[in-house]
């Protein structure tokens, strides 16, 4: 087993910054940085330049790699924005066809699931957040009010993406071809998507790198490569596919999206993010 390493001073991670080929023109500038940021996550944007050998490609700048670090977080928060409204209006169909169709309380009988449903997993991720969400107003009305009873519209806004995706996986087929209907979508292809937009989502809000990732699932359904579906790409193309409006996606995600590669244009390459050249025209709605 390799021994773990030591910490080092902000001096020397600098040093090692340097031996490897980093050129660093303000040092000062370099240690507020780090201060700021940490090595080890500064250290993951490096990839793309690191060789065999440890050593970064010749004319590798820190300054350079601190700036796709600035992209990538500003592109993580445009992202997010997105999922948001994404997962907003997931919440309101899923409550909606299901409450209609089965009853306010109708998510806690097992009739109203498939075969594969684990009741017992589920009613227990409910009283987690439940029990996490105590003193959240709404919580504490229907607890002293209706004795912690939830209809499926008020308990829905507990949810996680992973838990909707979980409960849209769980839908009996019929269900789930009406509700993927509604989204203009395959419903199988509609489990996958929502698979890949919880990664996203989980990436997204613990400030996860997004440039230069593979990502575990590939979305179905898309017309792409398996690198593309397999990068950024795939993933931005899921969250085109469920964004409810295409108002909204083209004139202001699209344009933030635009605005954002044109100003670190000379830093970034699309290739580390799986773009396609014609991907302007792609992701219009």
Request: a positive charge; hydrophobic letters at 35%.
């Amino acid at each position: 087993m390799n021994r773990i390493k030591l910490p080092a001073t902000y001096q020397e991670q600098i040093d090692i910054l340097k031996q490897r080929g980093c050129i660093i023109e303000n040092e000062k500038e370099c240690e507020r940085i780090l201060a700021n940021i940490g090595y080890y996550r500064l250290s993951a944007y490096f990839l793309p330049y690191k060789q065999n050998n440890e050593r970064y490609i010749t004319g590798t700048k820190f300054k350079s790699i601190y700036q796709i670090y600035e992209f990538d977080r500003k592109l993580r928060s445009v992202v997010f924005g997105a999922i948001e409204i994404i997962e907003i209006n997931l919440r309101s169909i899923f409550s909606y066809y299901h409450s209609m169709k089965y009853g306010s309380l109708g998510y806690l009988e097992p009739g109203s699931f498939n075969n594969k449903h684990n009741v017992g997993r589920f009613k227990t991720n409910l009283e987690r957040e439940i029990n996490n969400n105590k003193k959240v107003l709404f919580v504490k009305h229907h607890i002293n009010k209706y004795n912690g009873n939830f209809p499926l519209w008020v308990i829905i806004e507990l949810f996680t993406f992973g838990m909707l995706s979980y409960f849209y996986n769980d839908l009996k087929t019929a269900d789930k071809k009406s509700v993927a209907a509604l989204l203009d979508a395959n419903y199988h292809n509609l489990v996958s998507w929502m698979r890949c937009c919880t990664d996203l989502r989980n990436i997204c809000a613990h400030y996860g790198r997004l440039y230069y990732r593979i990502y575990s699932a590939a979305p179905s359904g898309l017309n792409m490569t398996e690198r593309e579906s397999r990068g950024f790409w795939g993933a931005i193309m899921v969250v085109k596919s469920l964004f409810p409006s295409k108002e909204i996606w083209n004139n202001e995600f699209l344009t933030e999206i635009e605005a954002l590669f044109s100003e670190y244009n000379e830093e970034i390459d699309l290739k580390h993010l799986a773009f396609p050249e014609d991907w302007r025209t792609l992701l219009k709605k």
